[in-house]
T-cell receptor, first 110, second 112 residues
């Protein structure tokens, strides 16, 4: 299906485990983004990527790692999950200035 | 300090009762103001981009306007399906214009 997809949609993991959230888009948009959304903080940018092999930090990058070997994929890895990383994670992509968001991944760290 | 603030936090309207949502920002050199709609359990959906004071955009019952300090999202004769959280976002700071800072949103409920 065309668009932007995220997997898994729901994930429960334990403190200290590594977890990777996947994001795939079929539009060939050059820009991709990762946000987290928490009550009281709204949407905050974690990392973004202008093109394959080009990534940059957003507002809250600590504890996260990203890579972008292919234009269509932008995985987000939590190398050692902490409870403070419990959140809803959204991936987005854009060709111009408007960003188009995926359905989100709800991550719970126990 | 550059920031973006939305008000009210929540708004309940009767069907057909028009109102406005506010997004105020403090940034030197606005590089665009974006409105999004977010339904529960879903990702934000793009609505409008505004760049210049005086600019207006419309889509169905929604009209977004922009001044030098704030933007309004006017909802005319709303229907229950307009119930959602409305988010505004602006690029803040010296980084890329694609680095958006989002407001905390206005949760709109339209009662039948």
């Amino acid at each position: 299906d065309a668009g932007i997809t995220q997997s898994p949609r729901y994930k429960i993991t334990e403190t200290g485990r590594q977890v990777t959230l996947m994001c795939h888009q079929t539009w060939s948009h050059s820009y991709m983004f990762w946000y987290r959304q928490d009550l009281g903080h709204g949407l905050r940018l974690i990392y973004y990527s202008a093109a394959a092999d080009i990534t940059d930090k957003g507002e809250v990058p600590d504890g996260y790692v990203v890579s972008r070997s292919k234009t269509e994929n932008f995985p987000l890895t939590l190398e050692s999950a902490t409870r403070s990383q419990t959140s809803v994670y959204f991936c987005a992509s854009s060709a111009g200035t408007e960003q188009y968001f995926g359905p989100g991944t709800r991550l719970t760290v126990t | 300090e550059d920031q973006v603030t939305q008000s009210p936090e929540a708004l309940r309207l009767q069907e057909g009762e028009s109102s406005s949502l506010n997004c105020s920002y403090t940034v030197s050199g606005l590089r665009g103001l974006f409105w999004y709609r977010q339904d529960p359990g879903k990702g934000p959906e793009f609505l409008f981009t505004l760049y210049s004071a005086g600019e207006e955009k419309e889509k169905e019952r929604l009209k977004a306007t922009l001044t030098k300090k704030e933007s309004f999202l006017h909802i005319t004769a709303p229907k229950p399906e307009d119930s959602a959280t409305y988010l505004c976002a602006v690029p803040l700071g010296p980084g890329s214009a694609r680095q958006l800072t989002f407001g905390s949103g206005t949760q709109l409920t339209v009662l039948p």
